[in-house]
């Protein structure tokens, strides 16, 4: 089975902190995703990522930024947390290659910036 | 890109098929139908996708009209644990990352 983990279920931080999400997965996949999900919003796409080094602007980039710099790991980054960036935060990775591979989801961060 | 109109709830007795029913009547022909579960405080399950043909898994069944215009999941033998949204989405083909979520079904499994 896929395994996508995210360093941590419940974060707490202050306005103003930088705050780093990590995320793992075990199956090799060369994609990579931030998606955040609020109340009534849905799963908005941050950032993802195809390959090492590599990334591209999802919907919502703005106060975000990535890193990947190796294949099982991709870092979401929060430059300045704000108050607005309390959220559930989830990762994603799937295969690049065949038709319809489908994304695999880790549990989730629940980040509260105070 | 192709949008999904689903029941916003559904109830279904324990030991009974559920049947979630998906509308997704812009789909073009190389957009993928995938359908997705979230249980309280989880991140999104992978169920099961299909493009024209219908499928079925360990899990469910997917079956799509001959138009490609709806689909439907099939929870065969729904238990308790199977309460929660699921999401039907549908992404291009051509796109490695584009997943549209909608609202999703609440699905309700009553003993």
């Known amino acids: 089975d896929v395994k996508v983990t995210q360093s941590s279920r419940y974060l707490v931080k202050r306005t103003g902190e930088k705050v780093f999400l990590e995320c793992v997965q075990d199956?090799?996949?060369?994609?990579m995703f931030w998606y955040r999900q609020d109340p009534g919003l849905g799963l908005r796409l941050i950032y993802f990522s195809y390959d090492v080094k590599m990334k591209e602007k999802g919907d919502i980039p703005e106060g975000y930024s990535v890193s990947r710099e190796k294949k099982e790991r991709f870092s979401l980054i929060l430059e300045s947390a704000s108050t607005n960036q309390t959220s559930m935060y989830l990762c994603a990775s799937s295969l690049q290659h065949g038709g319809g591979q489908p994304q695999h989801f880790g549990d989730g961060t629940r980040l509260s910036i105070l | 890109d192709a949008k999904t109109t689903q029941p916003t709830s559904m109830d279904c007795a324990e030991g009974r098929a559920a049947n979630l029913p998906c509308n997704h009547s812009?789909?073009?022909?190389?957009?993928?139908v995938y359908w997705y579960r979230q249980i309280h405080s989880q991140g999104p399950q992978y169920i099961i996708h299909g493009l024209k043909n219908n499928e079925t898994n360990e899990m469910a069944s997917l079956i799509i009209t001959e138009d490609r215009k709806s689909s439907t999941l099939i929870l065969p033998h729904a238990t308790l644990r199977d309460t929660a949204v699921y999401y039907c989405i549908v992404r291009p083909q051509h796109s490695n990352y584009q997943l549209i979520w909608g609202a999703g079904t609440k699905l309700i499994i009553k003993p």
């Open positions: 199956m090799d996949h060369e994609n």
């Open positions: 812009t789909i073009s022909g190389n957009e993928y």
